[in-house]
């Protein structure tokens, strides 16, 4: 029986023990309520990223809980600090060995747009070298400017057409 | 203390002058007697701490052009000693090394290289520290601008696949501020320094 | 099967009881949750035992000291937070005495107790952390937790003096950016009083824990002679056996009248570095108190330096010379004399100094930055040699450097 219903609903009389939705609407809500973020904690914002895995701003409550170094487990790279050039060729390397889907939070001044350091030897922003999804502002932002970046994460994936993939011949 | 220490240092090593100092006592030597004065310091005199080795930029036309700065301490005593070194002239000019007496100038070394071009010879591992091997330019030197010069990135794979490389930061004009040392009121004045055109030089492309 | 594939032959075999090994080349690093930061250790192993370890550091190289160059002396400050990020409260002081000594500047009383309060609350703040971090590399992520949860509390502090969090840009030359709040000084009081337990109940986490101790007693020993010539300085010195503490021999900033210990090691490995840590904390808040007792009245910054320190606001807004003094002031910076000057701070992390060259005006000619993690990562070759993998990750941390100080 098919229901003109677009939201993940459930409704016993109807529906049965069937939970009925768009596949886009179940993919997404199961993608952005677990992201699992890569840290590239390279600088003073990783002090701020800390901060919201610890106790007080605890980001576990958004499903990301599990921060893995480990690119190959991850969802969402956050760029955390200064990029410079030695190390963007590392940064893209770790990129590219995620897995799809991916995305990308550039956290704070420097990964945004390198900063207050204009100098010789620092990517002035990590947008020049992987494509970015959410960019934080603030030296370092404040712990709950990167969950309110999380959170525009999610729903920005919220809105993809991610079944695309699926149903495609 | 420190200047009973200067006086024998001076009485040992002829070559050695005073240095214009507003805190330690300081003075200068000739590059090639460093190691020997930095040994005498250490085991004959309780200076047995080197806190830093660095050098200073004087600009192209001043000679000498580098100067190789040494900081001593001494661990008994608890007073600071300066050693400044003139280099040779020439464009990349060679000093003694001191890793012989103390393993940690391997490491200020190598940055003093890696900054400026100044070799040490007796090094037993020369070779860049901070910017990656293979970067053709030395950041320290005063006709170096801020912003940096195009160079290619070491990482032959990612730069074959994104095409990135170190380009020149946006300096849109800045940094704004006023030069150091200047008596001139003029040229006192804060000014942009960015270094693509100013009064004095030709805007790029223009004419 | 490919075409020229052949089982070796018994020939070319090792002889039965004994093994055939290759040595591996590993790369820990940059990005790596235990190397605190962007630093690459290059490997050479033989199994799990390390026969090679070559830090390869300038992964966060900023350009810090050509930016110095091109910038006045108080807009470098913000500069100067960035470089050890977990204590950046004691960098800017460390930087602003450094600038002083150019002008022979003594700052009045009040001026210099700000300032020792509030480095040592960064001390603390930097040790918990460098704890906690250390509690994670070895597998203690409950200590991270605690440490992070007091760090919060300073960050409080912190944020009610400067307005940041912890990048604070806090001092400025001959004085600070502002006085402190009313009853600031009774907080980090009853701070002190709250922290002391609490410290004592996270350090018995770790203390007499038999895995902690079974993973830092005798490994990365660094005996007297080796700390002294490396240029280690700060804890890594003084587990070592040295009892060098420059509030101690060279005191600065009023030092010489709070009254505090210094923890000195016997046997230079992993361990004492982790005690002397703990110790100075306790002893920090020794100082915090008697700096909150003696706290005195009087002006906060230097008095009658016109060329150097900004007039008070009010004069600034209403009377014109004091506006030009602060035009003067805010874009040619700070007139400093000619000459050089080298001074070290005791900061959390071992001896900071700035090697100042001045030209005169208001931006200096040269600014070296002499960082004390850049030192204490230089003796890592000689530590990790005939170490064990999971050593090297906790000679790592018990060493607690900041890329960002390494680097600058």
Redesign the interface.
């Known amino acids: 029986m098919v229901t003109a219903n677009t939201e993940l609903s459930y409704n016993s009389k109807i529906e049965g023990e069937v939970v009925v939705s768009r596949a886009d609407a179940v993919i997404n809500w199961v993608r952005s309520n677990s992201m699992w973020p890569m840290p590239?904690?390279?600088?003073?914002c990783?002090?701020?990223l800390?901060?919201v895995a610890?106790?007080?701003f605890d980001i576990a409550r958004f499903g990301a809980e599990v921060m893995r170094?480990s690119p190959r487990q991850s969802d969402v790279m956050i760029v955390s600090?200064?990029v410079?050039?030695?190390?963007?060729?590392?940064?893209?390397?770790?990129y590219?060995q995620m897995a799809e889907p991916k995305w990308v939070i550039a956290m704070g001044a420097c990964a945004s747009t390198?900063g207050?350091?204009?100098?010789?030897?620092?990517?002035?922003g990590v947008d020049?070298?992987v494509p970015v999804d959410v960019y934080v502002s603030g030296?370092?932002p404040?712990p709950e400017a990167l969950i309110d970046a999380l959170v525009k994460l999610q729903d920005k994936v919220k809105r993809e057409r991610s079944a695309r993939g699926l149903f495609s011949t | 203390m420190s200047a009973e220490t200067v006086a024998a240092i001076k009485a040992s090593f002829p070559r050695v002058t005073d240095r214009p100092s507003l805190d330690h006592p300081a003075f200068n030597a000739p590059a090639d007697d460093v190691p020997e004065i930095l040994r005498a310091l250490r085991d004959g005199h309780s200076f047995d701490f080197l806190a830093d080795v660095t050098a200073i930029d004087w600009a192209q036309g001043a000679n000498p052009r580098f100067t190789v700065v040494y900081h001593l301490f001494s661990t008994v005593t608890h007073e600071y000693l300066r050693v400044a070194a003139d280099c040779p002239p020439g464009a990349e000019p060679e000093v003694p090394s001191v890793t012989a007496l103390w393993p940690g100038a391997n490491w200020h070394e190598r940055e003093v290289y890696d900054m400026f071009g100044i070799r040490f010879s007796g090094h037993p591992d020369l070779r860049r520290i901070l910017m990656w091997d293979g970067y053709p330019h030395f950041p320290l030197r005063k006709e170096f601008p801020l912003a940096g010069i195009e160079a290619p990135l070491a990482d032959a794979d990612v730069v074959s696949e994104t095409g990135v490389s170190a380009k020149p930061a946006p300096m849109a004009g800045g940094p704004f501020v006023a030069s150091s040392g200047e008596m001139n009121l003029t040229e006192a004045e804060p000014r942009a320094k960015d270094e693509s055109w100013t009064e004095r030089r030709e805007k790029p492309g223009a004419d | 099967m490919p075409a020229d594939f052949a089982y070796p032959d018994a020939a070319s075999r090792a002889a039965p009881g004994e093994f055939e090994t290759e040595k591996m080349s590993l790369s820990m690093g940059p990005s790596h949750p235990s190397t605190h930061g962007v630093l690459r250790v290059q490997m050479e192993l033989d199994g799990e035992v390390v026969t090679k370890a070559q830090p390869v550091i300038g992964y966060l190289h900023r350009g810090d000291e050509k930016i110095a160059e091109n910038m006045t002396y108080n807009q470098f400050v913000p500069y100067t937070d960035r470089l050890d990020y977990l204590a950046p409260l004691a960098n800017n002081m460390a930087y602003a005495i450094a600038v002083e000594r150019l002008a022979k500047l003594e700052v009045p009383a009040r001026c210099q107790a700000i300032r020792v309060i509030t480095a040592e609350m960064a001390r603390i703040s930097a040790h918990l952390m460098g704890l906690g971090a250390y509690g994670i590399d070895v597998g203690a992520w409950t200590v991270f937790m605690y440490t992070f949860n007091e760090r919060e509390k300073l960050y409080r502090l912190f944020e009610e003096l400067t307005g940041a969090r912890f990048t604070t840009s806090y001092a400025r030359i001959g004085g600070l950016a502002r006085d402190v709040p009313e009853g600031w000084t009774g907080r980090v009081g009853a701070f002190c009083d709250q922290f002391l337990p609490i410290l004592e109940e996270i350090l018995s986490l770790l203390t007499r824990n038999k895995i902690f101790m079974d993973r830092t007693t005798g490994i990365g020993v660094i005996s007297r002679e080796d700390a002294i010539a490396y240029g280690l300085t700060g804890p890594n010195l003084r587990g070592s056996g040295v009892p060098l503490d420059l509030r101690k021999d060279r005191p600065y900033s009023g030092y010489e009248q709070y009254d505090f210990d210094v923890p000195v090691g016997t046997q230079g490995d992993c361990y004492d570095r982790y005690l002397v840590r703990g110790e100075e904390m306790r002893q920090s808040v020794r100082i915090l108190r008697q700096a909150i007792a003696k706290f005195p009245e009087g002006p906060w910054h230097v008095v009658g330096a016109r060329k150097i320190f900004a007039p008070p606001k009010e004069k600034i807004l209403t009377s014109m010379e004091e506006l030009i003094q602060n035009f003067m002031l805010v874009t040619e910076g700070p007139q400093m004399p000619a000459g050089e000057v080298y001074f070290e701070a005791e900061n959390p992390k071992g001896a900071l100094g700035f090697f100042v060259v001045s030209k005169g005006g208001g931006v200096p000619w040269r600014l070296k930055i002499r960082s004390p993690s850049f030192c204490n990562l230089s003796i890592l070759p000689k530590l990790c040699v005939g170490a064990m993998i999971s050593d090297v990750v906790s000679i790592l941390g018990s060493l607690d450097f900041v890329m960002g100080e390494c680097d600058r």
């Open positions: 590239m904690g390279l600088a003073c990783a002090i701020e800390m901060a610890s106790s007080r170094f600090g200064t410079t050039y030695k190390m963007a060729t590392a940064l893209r390397r770790i590219d390198g207050m350091y204009r100098s010789y030897a620092v990517l002035q020049r070298i030296c370092p404040r």
